[in-house]
Each structure stands twice: as structure tokens, then as C-alpha cells.
């Protein structure tokens, strides 16, 4: 009788190893090549990457106006990362408009208050008022929809995006 149960936990156990490491090898796979660039922003791939799921196809949508911007990745025509900026109004702190208009849910924030973040999205802001303009600009970023968050990553890529977007200098663009 031992011996029977035994074997019935052997082959269980046998049957349910074949299961877990026979699983999805496929869809673990990233068969798509990460663009060295997002919606032409020179972002390095690198700080893109962490934030990508698996899958075969990678798309990104951009799309512009004259009060604001956005940059969609999919993959495998699932969005799953986001960037944006938008021009609003003066005196708005970034964990302010991450909160009110971004509806992001920061944990964490710089010590000067110029950007907020959490693993799934983070807030920059661009004061244009500070030379004399009407408005800011708020860059968001934020993981969705299956894509992978990643707090230290999501830091590194909203300074990234800052220092990139600030090199073009917006408040010149001044609607």
C-alpha cells in the first residue's frame, strides 16, 4: 500500500513539473527589437526596456496638438507605456497635478518637488512661468496595461525625459 502512494506522489509530482516548465516558453519571449528612440525623443532603449513585456510586435502612436503631446507603446497591439506633456496652469506642484489631473499615484518624490513617481508613473514639471510665460508644462510617463512596473526605472526615465524635453526649450514654444 506504501508503495502504491508512493508512486501515485511521484507521479504527481512528475505531472506537475512537466506543467509548470512546459508552460508559455513562447510568451516569455520579447521577439520584438526595442526602438532606440520613443515617438523621436532621444531616450535611450535602455531606460524603455525594463518597462516592456513580452511579445512579437511593438507600435508606437504619436500624436500632438498645440496644448499637448502624447507617446503610446504597444505590444502586440496592447498599450503598455505612455509618455506626455501637457501645458496648464501656473502655480501647480507635479505631485499636485500627478494627483488632480494625471491621475498617477506617486510614492516618491525629488527632494526639490520637481518630479514625483512610484513604479507605474511619474510627473515631471517644466515651469515656463519662471520665464515669464502663462503656463507650465507637466510630463507624465506611466506604465499600463500588462506592462512591467519598475520604481528605480521609472525615476531614471522621467530625469531622462526632463532633461530631454527641457534641451528643446518648450517655454520658447509658448502658445
Not at 518637488?113 to 514639471?125: F, L, N, P, Q, R
Request: glycine share 6%.
Amino acid at each position: 500500500m506504501k508503495k502504491i502512494r508512493d508512486i501515485r506522489a511521484a507521479t504527481l509530482l512528475l505531472a506537475a513539473l512537466v506543467s509548470v516548465t512546459g508552460c508559455g516558453t513562447e510568451k516569455d519571449e520579447r521577439e520584438y527589437t526595442v526602438p532606440k528612440s520613443l515617438c523621436g525623443m532621444n531616450i535611450d532603449a535602455e531606460l524603455i526596456e525594463p518597462f516592456l513585456p513580452p511579445g512579437k510586435d511593438i507600435d508606437q502612436t504619436e500624436e500632438i496638438d498645440r496644448i499637448d503631446w502624447f507617446c503610446r507603446v504597444s505590444i502586440d497591439d496592447k498599450s503598455v507605456f505612455m509618455l506626455t506633456w501637457e501645458w496648464w496652469e501656473p502655480n501647480w506642484s507635479a505631485e499636485r497635478f500627478a494627483l488632480r489631473q494625471a491621475y498617477a499615484t506617486p510614492d516618491k518624490k525629488s527632494t526639490d518637488g520637481t518630479y514625483v513617481y512610484s513604479k507605474e508613473d511619474a510627473v515631471a514639471a517644466v515651469r515656463c512661468t519662471e520665464q515669464g510665460k502663462d503656463w507650465d508644462i507637466f510630463l507624465t510617463a506611466r506604465v499600463r496595461n500588462g506592462g512591467i512596473p519598475n520604481t528605480k526605472a521609472m525615476e531614471k526615465l522621467i530625469l531622462a525625459y526632463h532633461g530631454e524635453f527641457t534641451e528643446s526649450d518648450p517655454c520658447a514654444d509658448m502658445r
